[in-house]
């Protein structure tokens, strides 16, 4: 279903390199200044199956000698168009009536800002705000505050992976509910490896665990693999998984029997694990 599973194929610009922004410890690859890479996806279906997609993703970064300020931001909506058919008249002599029908079957946007500063050595200190909205997954609003710490684990010439621990404050407003507010722990990954001269992975995971309730963890896992097709261009295929432990609810129409007409509704949990997959080209500016 689109709104569990979206497949899309991208055209990605990036004006500082290949794959996504390195880390504030390998900036020294990069001189002080702004950096900006943008990502537009489209996809179109015509015909007797109608439905559109589109997403966008855009980094602006300025990088210090010593520190760097990076701003995200992005969204996703897939959107389904049908029609209600329809004939006006007698068996031989009718007219048919078309009445357009188009609904959205995933929505999702996001917003976050985050700076990092080097402490010593591998170490690092940041601090984080970010907004989301997945209506489809019962998240109206979320606002997300962290302030942490890190250490760049491995640094080689293929290989690298940090780790970060920071405590939080998230304020949530379900689509169905109350709003809530918390402080939680994160723990976040991030690894790049080369794995052949034209070919790199990376791997970023996000854990989220609410202090209030031990039970609300959230977990966003996203891994992609490019491969390098010539100096400008390179394909890009990804999987993001996202898992909420304690899902939102859904209100949901209750029918004392199949075909007949509802006597109110029940609230319901949605699905604990999203999952999206994409397909990218990138283009590379220098």
Same mark, same amino acid.
């Given at each position: 279903?689109?709104?569990?599973?979206?497949?899309?194929?991208?055209?990605?610009?990036?004006?500082?390199?290949?794959?996504?922004?390195?880390?504030?410890?390998?900036?020294?690859?990069?001189?002080?200044?702004?950096?900006?890479?943008?990502?537009?996806?489209?996809?179109?279906?015509?015909?007797?199956?109608?439905?559109?997609?589109? =997403?966008?993703?855009? /980094?602006?970064?300025?990088?210090?000698? !010593?520190? %760097?300020?990076?701003?995200? +931001? @992005?969204?996703? &909506?897939?959107?389904?168009?049908?029609?209600?058919?329809?004939?006006?008249?007698?068996?031989?002599?009718?007219?048919?009536?078309?009445?357009?029908?188009?609904?959205?079957?995933?929505?999702?946007?996001?917003?976050?800002?985050?700076?990092?500063?080097?402490?010593?050595?591998?170490?690092?200190?940041?601090?984080? =705000?970010?907004?989301? /909205?997945?209506?489809?997954?019962?998240? !109206?609003? %979320?606002?997300?505050?962290? +302030? @942490?710490?890190? &250490?760049?684990?491995?640094?080689?010439?293929?290989?690298?992976?940090?780790?970060?621990?920071?405590?939080?404050?998230?304020?949530?407003?379900?689509?169905?509910?109350?709003?809530?507010?918390?402080?939680?722990?994160?723990?976040?990954?991030?690894?790049?490896?080369?794995?052949?001269?034209?070919?790199?992975?990376?791997?970023?995971?996000?854990?989220?665990?609410?202090?209030?309730?031990?039970?609300?963890?959230?977990?966003?896992?996203?891994?992609?693999?490019?491969?390098?097709?010539?100096?400008?261009?390179?394909?890009?295929?990804?999987?993001?998984?996202?898992?909420?432990?304690?899902?939102?609810?859904?209100?949901?129409?209750?029918?004392?029997?199949?075909?007949?007409?509802?006597?109110?509704?029940?609230?319901?949990?949605?699905?604990?694990?999203?999952?999206?997959?994409?397909?990218?080209?990138?283009?590379?500016?220098?």
């Amino acid at each position: 279903m689109l709104d569990r599973l979206a497949l899309a194929a991208a055209f990605v610009v990036t004006g500082t390199h290949l794959l996504c922004a390195d880390r504030l410890i390998a900036q020294e690859e990069r001189e002080p200044g702004w950096y900006d890479e943008a990502e537009v996806s489209l996809v179109l279906t015509a015909g007797n199956s109608q439905s559109s997609t589109f =997403g966008v993703n855009n /980094r602006l970064e300025r990088l210090f000698p !010593d520190s %760097r300020l990076s701003l995200d +931001a @992005g969204g996703i &909506r897939v959107e389904a168009r049908s029609s209600e058919r329809s004939a006006i008249g007698t068996p031989g002599d009718f007219e048919l009536v078309e009445q357009p029908d188009s609904r959205p079957t995933a929505e999702n946007y996001f917003a976050s800002l985050r700076y990092d500063r080097e402490v010593s050595g591998r170490s690092y200190a940041y601090a984080s =705000g970010g907004w989301v /909205r997945n209506r489809f997954a019962g998240v !109206d609003n %979320r606002w997300t505050g962290a +302030a @942490g710490i890190g &250490r760049q684990l491995i640094e080689t010439e293929r290989t690298t992976f940090q780790a970060d621990l920071a405590a939080t404050a998230t304020s949530e407003e379900p689509v169905v509910g109350d709003a809530d507010s918390f402080a939680g722990l994160r723990v976040t990954w991030d690894l790049g490896h080369q794995l052949t001269p034209t070919t790199k992975l990376t791997s970023l995971l996000i854990v989220d665990e609410s202090l209030s309730d031990t039970e609300d963890l959230r977990a966003e896992f996203d891994n992609s693999v490019a491969v390098d097709i010539s100096g400008v261009l390179a394909l890009k295929t990804g999987v993001k998984l996202l898992f909420d432990n304690l899902p939102a609810l859904q209100e949901v129409p209750l029918l004392p029997a199949p075909g007949e007409p509802p006597t109110g509704t029940v609230l319901v949990p949605l699905d604990e694990l999203d999952t999206q997959v994409t397909v990218a080209l990138i283009i590379t500016v220098d």
